[in-house]
Nanobody, 125 residues
């Protein structure tokens, strides 16, 4: 059973930084697109960022561009989300996701088939 385990969430003041990590067990992630999503209280889950299997392409939701950076370390089987200049509206549960159905795919996936349990991020004003 593949598991994606997020870590690094916590409480931070506005303007602060956090780095989230997503580690995969039982499977390597080097051939697959990976992404981060978040869900704020009372809202639907939304896309935050994604990265290609090579790490050469990334995509972000407009609200985090210039503040968040997604990256991956394939030898460590880990994907990261560096979050800088955090705002209260960034508060929510952050989820790691993987498209394990399409190795070495071309183009960002529409759907992801494997999800982590989430890590909470709270940004105070």
């Amino acid at each position: 059973q593949v598991q994606l385990v997020e870590s690094g969430g916590g409480l931070v003041q506005a303007g602060g930084s956090l780095r989230l990590s997503c580690a995969a067990s039982e499977r390597t992630v080097y051939a697959y697109y990976m992404a981060w999503f978040r869900q704020a209280p009372g809202k639907e889950r939304e896309f935050v960022a994604a990265i290609s299997w090579s790490g050469g392409s990334t995509r972000y939701v407009d609200s985090v561009k210039g503040r968040f950076t997604i990256s991956r370390d394939n030898p460590k089987n880990t994907v990261y989300l560096q979050m800088d200049n955090l705002k209260p509206e960034d508060t929510g549960d952050y989820y790691c996701a993987a498209d394990f159905q399409h190795p070495y795919r071309t183009g960002f996936p529409i759907e992801y088939d494997q999800w982590g349990q989430g890590t909470p991020v709270t940004v105070s004003s």
